[in-house]
């Protein structure tokens, strides 16, 4: 199964062909960022040039731009640039220039593999051009909008099967690289993003002349895992197994991040949904919330955002004289229910929950701190921190 699982995730990350379709740029990229880290994806480190066909890039009303490997890096930085955005492009997979993106015409689901993602989504300037792609290829035609609503809607998925990827391959990979070959420490503080210390590992060359597929284990392995302790083969002296296995997790990592729930985890009925935001929360077991009034009726949310929503403001979702009893959150690491007056909320990481920005609760401030630092988050926040203005705030 374990071997399936690589093959499956190794063809998703490969500048991989489909009957002859190659992702890599076939002459000179246009490549919009500047300094010398604009050779890398701004959020996740992959080479533009060997992703190029699925390359996207923003041009911020500050005059600085930003540069992607593929709409799904896009819709992880989202949150961080919405607000900055003066233009979006993407490459047109026929002429290889950046255009509009939302003039463009997507072929989403076609045979080519996704860029970091399951389902690929390939633009082109010309509606007849992403026809004949499409016959050839298979897929659908989309516009914009589309295709970036499903980058954001897969991104947990396409997330946590990147993590399992790099965890089981990238990082182990990065750690013997790291130890064998680096002449001095280096610490991930020292950059400001991972295209940064990319470049400063290639022209350093303090760990030698590294390229590749190397320099991406060895980049990741930095960025992401040296000072946490997620590596597969690095074990934390809490736990009594690596890849930590312990239930709940001693050493504050999360050993299955994934969309099913833990054991212990809330028990949703199928027919419940959030007072706040009208989804189904079954659909979302690892981000439930629970309220409990006085008179004994049970309300479920799908995430610890609605919740808050609803408990500052409870007239305004249709309650307006209950009284709540107890609440409940999802432990984000131990995926086990906890009383939301004592828990710890993480605000502003790059962890999205179903409805966007989301507040990430943990039964510890030590857990809360390590997924802050994991996870660039802004604050971390008590129950009583949490206002109703708070809650606003994560959807501007």
Known sequence: MRYLVTIILTAVLSFSYAAGFKKMASGH????????EKLWCSVCGMNLKMFYKTSHAVKLKDGTA??????????ADWPNIKDKVKEILVVDAKTEKLVPAKKAYYV???????????VSKIAFKSKKDAEEFAKRYGGKIVDFETSFKTAFESLEKDSAMLAKKKKMMMYPKGEKIYKKMCKKEIKREDFKNIGELKAYLVSSKV???????????????????????????????ACKCSPCKCNPCKCGMNPKASSKPAAGNIKIPKNAKCPVCGMYVYKFPRWAAKVVLDNGKVLYFDGAKDMFKFIRNPAKWGYKNAKIKAMSVTDYYKQVPIN???AYFVMGSDVYGPMGNELIPFSTLNE???FKKDHRGKKILSFDEITEETVE???E
């Open 66 to 75: 930003k540069q992607y490997c593929s709409i799904r890096c896009l819709a």
């Open 340 to 342: 939301a007056k004592k």
């Open 207 to 237: 760990c030698g002349d590294i390229k590749g597929r190397k320099l991406q284990a060895l980049a990741l392995y930095i960025w992401e895992a040296k000072d946490l302790r997620v590596s597969g083969k690095k074990k934390n002296p």
């Open 108 to 118: 989403i689901g076609s045979k080519v593999p996704g860029t970091m993602s399951m």
């Open 29 to 36: 990229p246009e490549l919009v960022q500047s300094g010398p």
């Open 393 to 395: 705030k994560l959807d």
């Open 368 to 370: 809360a701190k390590v």
